[in-house]
């Protein structure tokens, strides 16, 4: 294995715009705060939310790959997290709303240090984030845990999946593993300002890599709408 030496990517950035960028790599702050926070965070979907996982074998063994869920609740994202064993959740990196989770520099602190989270505009993606987050995968490698959908629907009903994801895998060998999770939207929905004790499980699909597709809107649309449709056939069927 051949040794290459490689600056961290957050470098040059000042210490409030490092919690704001896509760029941002973890230190020994980070490390401590983001496994402390995992750790209870497991305890409360334990205790509070009886969380189970279904699946987990079709987790890749190692990184890089990307998690892709519905999305209903601000409990998605610690779900989808608490899924990975300890040894990979170091390596996870969670993209959160920047207008929710970055907006005041303490919100920025907590989101980058315990969360884990880059932050990802909802409106309207920078393709230089895009970018960035592309090479990660490839390089360092991580894990991305994000939500196609692009915001919290607000009926529990998921809506079509946005091609970004498609821009992030699409012509690469990164595996991409779908993902449902059940009973957030019951636990927290939108508007909420508490979680009910509420069960919460995941469903963990078989991975896919969309090495042959061409990396063009049209490659990535077509991505987009088979994780949609491949994260759909994970919903339980009611009663079960």
């Known amino acids: 294995m051949t040794w290459r030496f490689r600056p961290a990517r957050d470098l040059d950035l000042a210490p409030g715009a490092r919690f704001r960028s896509v760029r941002r790599e973890p230190g020994l ?7 402390a926070w995992s750790a209870l965070v ?3 979907l334990a205790a ?3 969380y189970r996982v279904a699946g987990r074998e079709h ?18 994202a610690l779900a989808l997290g608490a899924a990975l064993p300890a040894r990979l959740a170091a390596r996870a990196y969670a993209l959160a709303a920047g207008d929710v989770f970055f907006e005041s520099d303490g919100l920025a602190a907590f989101a980058a240090l315990a969360l884990n989270a880059l932050p990802m505009r909802r409106r309207k993606v920078a393709a230089g984030d895009l970018k960035d987050l592309r090479a990660r995968l490839i390089e360092e490698p991580c894990i991305l845990v ?17 091609p970004g ?5 699409g012509g690469t060998a990164v595996a991409v593993v779908p993902c449902w999770i059940d ?3 019951a636990a927290m ?24 597709r061409v990396n063009d809107k049209a490659g990535w649309m077509a991505i987009a709408a088979e994780l949609e449709a491949a994260v759909a056939a994970l919903k339980p069927v009611s009663g079960r």
């Open 29 to 35: 702050l980070s490390l401590a705060a983001h496994a």
């Open 42 to 44: 497991r305890v409360y």
């Open 48 to 50: 509070w939310h009886r």
């Open 59 to 76: 987790l890749p063994a190692d990184a890089p790959f990307v998690l892709v869920a519905n999305h209903a609740s601000h409990l998605d």
């Open 146 to 162: 994000l939500f196609p959908e692009g915001t919290r629907v607000r009926d529990g009903r998921m809506i079509p999946f946005k």
């Open 165 to 169: 994801i498609g821009m992030l895998v």
């Open 183 to 185: 009973g957030a939207f």
């Open 189 to 212: 929905p939108p508007g909420a300002t508490r979680p009910r004790p509420k069960r919460l499980r995941v469903i963990l699909g078989e991975p896919r890599t969309f090495a042959g």
